[in-house]
């Protein structure tokens, strides 16, 4: 979860639009549905990131929740502000901005799914790195994957052992 899911659709964008990298990562991951030998350990996942400059953040995916309640959320804190992010594979995508003019929501159902766009994007550049070619569907430096990469390891980790993990 924390690197098929967590990385594309919740830490690249929010690293891209605050242009800040996480410091530290305290997560929680439980399987309660899918609970064979095979399936993957952090079937619902929540994680709390500290960003450069003491903003935090915090995401919640899962492949478990109730009919009609998201599985997927964003919030992003700071002073001035907060965003909250609920994107979908099917239903309509919302971005809500607090400010200190009060909230405002942008739907934006009617345009393609990000999260399907970026998706096939991750999984583009993964069939091109495999066939040794180069890609252009990823949008990210080396750098930039690096350190995805590493938080989503960040966040297994601190799932697994019950603590902070700093990167």
Known sequence: MPLTHMTYCFLNPVRWMLGRRPLKVSAFANRVKETGPETIREETCIANLLLE?????????????????????VTLMGTEGALEILPSESAAETITFYGPAGAETSNFGTHESAFRAQAEAFL????????????????????????????????????????????
């Open 53 to 73: 400059g003491d903003v935090l953040y915090s995401a919640l995916a899962g492949f478990v929740c109730p009919e009609r309640l998201p599985a997927w959320k």
């Open 124 to 167: 583009d550049a993964v069939d091109a790195a495999k066939a040794g070619q180069a890609s252009d569907a990823c949008q990210n430096s080396p750098e930039e994957t690096l350190c995805d990469v590493r938080t989503s390891e960040a966040i297994v980790a601190s799932a697994r052992v019950g603590r902070t993990v700093t990167l």
